[in-house]
């Protein structure tokens, strides 16, 4: 490809720092993603455990269960309009997303914007590996009770050997599949994305057809009695679901430079995002509310976790509350097992290395383009996913929405922000592709703007940040209350100071290029 990429840019790109074959524009022969590929590539990606699990915790917190899917739903509309908006330029140009962030950030400093969304990745790429490891061992315990003993009480920074032997397990799955490349990744979406909706179906089904009906959970009322009470719950709450994907909507270029055109990356992202994240919530609350008939006197806490309703469903002794295995047949046990183990491991890795694999590696190849690939710079996200110790994040609901959803959002809504404003209001889609890879272009260097717009955005919500991880103690007061809004105060900030910023230093002002290409 690196050839066919070189024919479409001037002879000197071949020789700059900035280039290599896997930051290279997508030729475009090369560009033959459909919508049903941009479809199935959000289907696959939102049938991940912690998207089943998102109502659960909204629905602890105090919503009734169609209040939890509003906020799900609002919440993946909103981060919808970024995730557009950034999409186009990876389809008009071919390039990925750190490439695009030279536009606004520098050559340079696009590095700033590369490493902060590439660091959020590794810890996602940590969870969603953490999650598909105990799965597989709550499967593989099924199968061979054991296990599960193995160097009894002895850990590993926190973790129990069994855990620690699937979770590594996982991770190696993970870097074997995306040392196949891009186009592996693509035909593993494609087929990933109907299975795991097919295999939820059968759970769904199972479940409501066990328990007789579709049990207590939707006749739940909220715990909220004023419109006031809500609110205070539903906004960090709806942050918190814009900072699920707040991600992707940086680095969707990664993928859509490889579109046939607007229409078809558009059309898939709009019916694959918003529609898979509320379906698949709203069977998650279906299958708990149904077994809260079946599994009598089990905390619904737990019900929300689909892998101990697995672990039910295939073991050998009494399921809680009743008087006998909810499976009599031992073999059909064990079908059920392994079947449960493939899809979830399927659902696990598409969503895993489509969302936080991709990007990091990019981002980690663009700080050393001639040094770093996208293979090394996959081996450093699951190095560092590691040392992140996922299972941390995952402590409590409070942790994982407060701290990890709402904290990360508000590094990443600036970053939308700048880039969304500088392509689309200060360049007006115009980009000069060849300077993007010129270390004395038009974007040398590290634009100043940017890095100031990224910092006044960041800064309102990082005294609320260190509250809600405890750095710091005090009274509730104004920080608290902006920072449940972190990803919209950094969004709508940091774009408005990069925009002032840009018109008012005229030597930051980007010029038109000599050959502007046409969408």
Same mark, same amino acid.
């Given at each position: 490809?690196?050839?066919?990429?070189?024919?479409?840019?001037?002879?000197?790109?071949?020789?700059?720092?900035?280039?290599?074959?896997?930051?290279? !524009?997508?030729?475009?022969?090369? $560009?033959?993603?459909?919508?049903?590929?941009?479809?199935?590539?959000?289907?696959?990606?939102?049938?991940?455990?912690?998207?089943?699990?998102?109502?659960?915790?909204?629905?602890?917190?105090?919503?009734?269960?169609?209040?939890?899917?509003?906020?799900?739903?609002?919440?993946?509309?909103?981060?919808?309009? !970024?995730?557009?908006?950034?999409?186009?330029?990876?389809?008009?140009?071919?390039?990925?997303?750190?490439?695009?962030?030279?536009?606004?950030?520098?050559?340079?400093?696009?590095?700033?914007?590369?490493?902060?969304?590439?660091?959020?990745?590794?810890?996602?790429?940590?969870?969603?590996?953490?999650?598909?490891?105990?799965?597989?061992?709550?499967?593989?315990?099924?199968?061979?009770?054991?296990?599960?003993?193995?160097?009894?009480?002895?850990?590993?920074?926190?973790?129990?050997? !069994?855990?620690?032997?699937?979770?590594?397990?996982?991770?190696? *799955?993970?870097?074997?599949?995306?040392?196949?490349?891009?186009?592996? #990744?693509?035909?593993?979406?494609?087929?990933?994305? !109907?299975?795991?909706?097919?295999?939820?179906?059968?759970? *769904?089904?199972?479940?409501?057809?066990?328990?007789?009906?579709?049990?207590?959970?939707?006749?739940? +009322?909220? $715990?909220?009695?004023?419109?006031?009470?809500?609110?205070?719950?539903?906004?960090?709450?709806? %942050?918190?679901?814009?900072?699920?994907?707040?991600?992707?909507?940086?680095?969707?270029?990664?993928?859509?430079?490889?579109?046939?055109?607007?229409?078809?990356?558009?059309?898939?992202? %709009?019916?694959?995002?918003?529609?898979?994240?509320?379906?698949?919530?709203?069977?998650?609350?279906?299958? %708990? =509310?149904?077994?809260?008939?079946? *599994? &009598?006197?089990?905390?619904?806490?737990?019900?929300?976790?689909?892998?101990?309703?697995?672990?039910?469903?295939?073991?050998?002794?009494?399921?809680?509350?009743?008087?006998?295995?909810?499976?009599?047949?031992?073999? %059909? $046990?064990?079908?059920?097992? *392994?079947?449960?183990?493939?899809?979830?491991?399927?659902?696990?890795?598409?969503?895993?290395?489509?969302?936080?694999?991709?990007?990091?590696?990019?981002?980690?190849?663009?700080?050393?383009?001639? &040094?770093? =690939?996208?293979?090394?710079?996959?081996?450093?996200?699951?190095?560092?996913?590691?040392?992140?110790?996922?299972?941390?994040?995952?402590?409590?609901?409070?942790?994982?929405?407060?701290?990890?959803?709402?904290?990360?959002?508000?590094?990443?809504?600036?970053?939308? /922000?700048?880039?969304?404003?500088?392509?689309?209001?200060?360049?007006?889609?115009?980009?000069?592709?060849?300077?993007?890879?010129?270390?004395? /272009? $038009?974007?040398?260097?590290?634009?100043?703007?940017?890095?100031?717009?990224?910092?006044?955005?960041?800064?309102?919500?990082?005294?609320?940040?260190?509250?809600? #991880?405890?750095?710091?103690?005090?009274?509730?007061?104004?920080?608290?209350?902006?920072?449940?809004?972190?990803?919209?105060?950094?969004?709508?900030?940091?774009?408005?100071?990069?925009?002032?910023?840009?018109?008012?230093?005229?030597?930051?002002?980007?010029? +038109?290029?000599?050959?502007?290409?046409?969408?």
């Amino acid at each position: 490809m690196t050839q066919e990429a070189l024919a479409e840019l001037p002879p000197d790109i071949a020789q700059s720092p900035l280039f290599n074959g896997d930051l290279a !524009p997508i030729p475009k022969a090369r $560009r033959n993603w459909t919508t049903y590929n941009f479809a199935a590539l959000w289907i696959s990606m939102a049938h991940c455990i912690p998207t089943y699990m998102l109502a659960g915790g909204l629905i602890a917190v105090g919503m009734n269960w169609w209040q939890a899917l509003l906020t799900i739903g609002l919440g993946n509309l909103i981060v919808l309009l !970024p995730i557009l908006l950034n999409a186009h330029p990876g389809t008009k140009y071919g390039i990925p997303f750190p490439v695009f962030a030279r536009a606004s950030f520098g050559t340079t400093g696009a590095n700033i914007a590369a490493l902060l969304r590439a660091i959020v990745a590794c810890g996602w790429f940590g969870i969603q590996t953490f999650i598909g490891g105990e799965a597989a061992k709550t499967l593989i315990e099924a199968l061979w009770p054991s296990f599960g003993t193995i160097a009894q009480g002895t850990t590993l920074f926190g973790l129990s050997v !069994p855990s620690a032997i699937t979770f590594l397990l996982c991770w190696a *799955l993970h870097i074997l599949i995306i040392y196949k490349g891009m186009n592996a #990744v693509r035909v593993f979406e494609n087929w990933a994305a !109907p299975l795991v909706l097919v295999m939820a179906g059968v759970l *769904l089904v199972w479940a409501v057809m066990t328990a007789g009906g579709l049990g207590p959970m939707l006749e739940q +009322p909220s $715990r909220f009695a004023t419109v006031g009470e809500f609110w205070k719950v539903f906004i960090p709450s709806l %942050t918190g679901m814009i900072g699920f994907w707040a991600t992707l909507s940086l680095n969707i270029p990664d993928f859509t430079r490889y579109g046939r055109g607007q229409k078809e990356q558009m059309l898939g992202q %709009t019916l694959g995002l918003p529609t898979t994240m509320i379906a698949f919530s709203a069977m998650g609350v279906i299958i %708990t =509310s149904a077994t809260q008939a079946i *599994l &009598h006197g089990v905390d619904v806490g737990k019900l929300w976790d689909p892998m101990f309703l697995l672990g039910q469903l295939t073991s050998s002794s009494n399921a809680i509350g009743r008087d006998a295995p909810l499976i009599a047949s031992a073999g %059909t $046990r064990a079908v059920v097992a *392994l079947i449960s183990l493939f899809g979830v491991g399927v659902a696990t890795v598409s969503v895993n290395i489509a969302a936080n694999v991709v990007s990091p590696a990019n981002d980690f190849a663009n700080l050393s383009p001639r &040094h770093i =690939s996208f293979k090394t710079g996959a081996l450093i996200t699951g190095i560092l996913g590691i040392v992140m110790m996922p299972w941390k994040l995952l402590s409590s609901a409070e942790t994982y929405i407060f701290n990890w959803l709402i904290g990360y959002s508000a590094l990443l809504g600036p970053i939308a /922000g700048i880039m969304i404003a500088d392509y689309w209001l200060l360049r007006r889609k115009e980009l000069d592709v060849a300077d993007l890879y010129r270390p004395n /272009g $038009r974007y040398a260097g590290t634009n100043w703007v940017a890095v100031v717009a990224l910092v006044v955005g960041v800064l309102p919500n990082l005294p609320g940040f260190l509250k809600s #991880v405890k750095l710091i103690e005090g009274p509730p007061g104004f920080f608290d209350e902006i920072y449940v809004y972190a990803w919209f105060t950094g969004f709508i900030l940091a774009g408005a100071v990069y925009l002032a910023g840009m018109r008012l230093a005229p030597k930051a002002q980007p010029q +038109p290029p000599p050959n502007a290409a046409v969408s």
